[in-house]
C-alpha cells in the first residue's frame, strides 16, 4: 500500500515537579531548604529516514507524545530528564503545519525539532534568598509543546512518466530498469507510483511512473490527480503517447491533453524538459499512424518505441540522459520564508459572559507551573500577574470584587 498524505499530532513532554524540602539532620542545625529541580521533558524530532518510501506507519499510530520529566527530590537531587522521542518519515516529504508549507526534508539523517519539552520545575532550594531564608515554594513542570501537522511526501526521483492509462508506462519501466510494476490491458492498472532505477552506460538515475492521466485530472477527475505532485521534483519527464489512441481520442489529441492538465496543474511542470515517446510501434497500422503524427508534431522531436521489443529503445534512453545533463535544478517546493516580527502581548484580557478570561502564553505558562496548593506559591502568582498589569487592564474592563477570573484551567474571584 502507498500512502502519501498523513495527519499527525504530536505532544512533547512535561517538565519534572520541584520538590519541597528541607535538610534534617542530627548536629546540622539551620539546615535549609533543600528540594531539587525537575527534569526536563522530552522533545520530540522528526528524522528523515532513507529507508521508508511512504506515510504508512502514520495511518497505524496518528498521535505521539514524548516521555515527561521526573520531579526533583530532597538534598538537591535534580529529575531525570526524558529522552527525546524520534519520528522518521521518509525523504521527500514537505511538512505542513496551518495549512502552510513549514520544511521539505530533502536531506538523508535531517533531524527536526517539531516540539520542545517543557523545562523542570525549581524547587524550594532555588528560590531561596538572604531575606528569605526557608521558602516553601516550588514549580510545577512546564507543559510541553503540541502540535499538529500534515505531512506529504512527494517522491524524489529524476525523470518522470506521464502519459494517459495504459499507454505503455509502467512496461517502459520494467524494460529499463529492475522494477517490475503490475501490468495488464486494462486502465488504471498502475494505483500508485512505481520507482526503478536506470543504469545507462556511465550514468544512473531513478525513473518514477505515475498513474495514467485523463482529462480533468488536475481537478480530481481519476486517481492521477493524487500522484502529480511526485513529478514536480523531477528534472525530465517522459511523455508517453500510445500510438493508437485512448479513449476515442487520437495519439495527438491525447499530447494535448496531458500537457493541459500538467499546465492547470503546476505551470512549472510545462517548464521541465521533455522527452516525448510515441509507444506501440510494434502493433499493426503503425507506419500509417506514425505518419500522421510527425505531420502534427511538424519541428517537435519524438522517439518511436516499443515497450514490449524494446525497439528504439537506445535512442530514447540518449535523448533522455543528454536532457537530465543539461536540465536545471528543480525548483524547491517551499520558497524561503520572509522573517517578519510581530509584536505579540503578554496577555490580553476578554469577558466571556460573566466570566473575565485572561490568557497569553506568559499567563498560560505562568499558570500551568504554579502549585496552588502553597500558599506561598499563590502569593507568588498573585505579584507576578500585578507586576505585568494584569490586575491593572482587569479594573479597565471594569471587574469588581466578586467577579470570576479565569487563567488558564483555573478561575478565581476577584479580590482587591
Known amino acids: 500500500m502507498f500512502i502519501d498524505k498523513a495527519k499527525i499530532f504530536i505532544a512533547a513532554g512535561r517538565g519534572g515537579d520541584g520538590c519541597i524540602s528541607f535538610r534534617r539532620e542530627k548536629y546540622v542545625p539551620l539546615g535549609g531548604p533543600d528540594g531539587g529541580n525537575g527534569g526536563k521533558g522530552g522533545d520530540v524530532y522528526l528524522v528523515a529516514d532513507p529507508h521508508l518510501t511512504t506515510l504508512l506507519d502514520f495511518t497505524y499510530r496518528s498521535h505521539y507524545k514524548a516521555e515527561s520529566g521526573m520531579p526533583g527530590g530532597s538534598a538537591d537531587k535534580i529529575g531525570r530528564s526524558a529522552p527525546d522521542l524520534i519520528i522518521r518519515i521518509p525523504i521527500g516529504t514537505v511538512i505542513y503545519k496551518d495549512g502552510e508549507a513549514i520544511l521539505d526534508v530533502k536531506e538523508p539523517g535531517l533531524e527536526v525539532l517539531v516540539a520542545k519539552g517543557g523545562r523542570g520545575g ?7 534568598t538572604g531575606r528569605h531564608t526557608a521558602p516553601r515554594i516550588k514549580e510545577k513542570g512546564e507543559p510541553g509543546e503540541q502540535v499538529s501537522l500534515e505531512l506529504e511526501l512527494k517522491l ?19 524494460h529499463i530498469s529492475a522494477a517490475r510494476p503490475k501490468i495488464a490491458d486494462y486502465p488504471f492498472t498502475t494505483l500508485s507510483p512505481n520507482l526503478g532505477v536506470v543504469r545507462h552506460g556511465e550514468s544512473s538515475y531513478v525513473v518514477a511512473d505515475i498513474p495514467g492521466l ?8 481519476g486517481i492521477g490527480d493524487e500522484f502529480l505532485r511526485h513529478i514536480q521534483r523531477t528534472k525530465v519527464l517522459i511523455h508517453i503517447i500510445d500510438l493508437q489512441g485512448f479513449n476515442e481520442n487520437t495519439a495527438y489529441q491525447n499530447y494535448l491533453i496531458i500537457n493541459r492538465e500538467l499546465s492547470q496543474f503546476s505551470k512549472g511542470l510545462l517548464k521541465k524538459p521533455v522527452v516525448i515517446a510515441v509507444n506501440k510501434i510494434d502493433l499493426t497500422d503503425s507506419a500509417a499512424k506514425l505518419s500522421q503524427l510527425k505531420r502534427n508534431f511538424r519541428s517537435k522531436k519524438f522517439y518511436p518505441i516499443s515497450a514490449v521489443t524494446g525497439a528504439g529503445m537506445k535512442e530514447l534512453m540518449n535523448a533522455v540522459r543528454l536532457a537530465l545533463r543539461d536540465a536545471p535544478p528543480p525548483e524547491d517546493v517551499i520558497a524561503e520564508p520572509v522573517k517578519k516580527y510581530i509584536y505579540q502581548p503578554e496577555f490580553k484580557v476578554e469577558k466571556q459572559s460573566d466570566v473575565f478570561v485572561v490568557s497569553g502564553p506568559k499567563v498560560d505558562k505562568l499558570s500551568a507551573m504554579t502549585d496552588f496548593n502553597e500558599e506561598e506559591s499563590l502569593r507568588r502568582f498573585q505579584n507576578i500577574l500585578k507586576k505585568i498589569g494584569v490586575e491593572k487592564e482587569l479594573e479597565a474592563r471594569g471587574v469588581v470584587e466578586g467577579d470570576t477570573v479565569r487563567i488558564g484551567t483555573f478561575e478565581f474571584i476577584f479580590q482587591k
Open 156 to 174: 524524489i526521483a529524476d525523470v518522470g512518466l506521464v502519459g494517459m492509462p495504459n499507454a505503455g508506462k509502467s512496461t517502459l519501466l520494467s
Open 122 to 128: 525549581r524547587g524550594n532550594a532555588s528560590f531561596k
Open 214 to 221: 485523463i482529462e480533468g485530472a488536475h481537478a480530481g477527475k
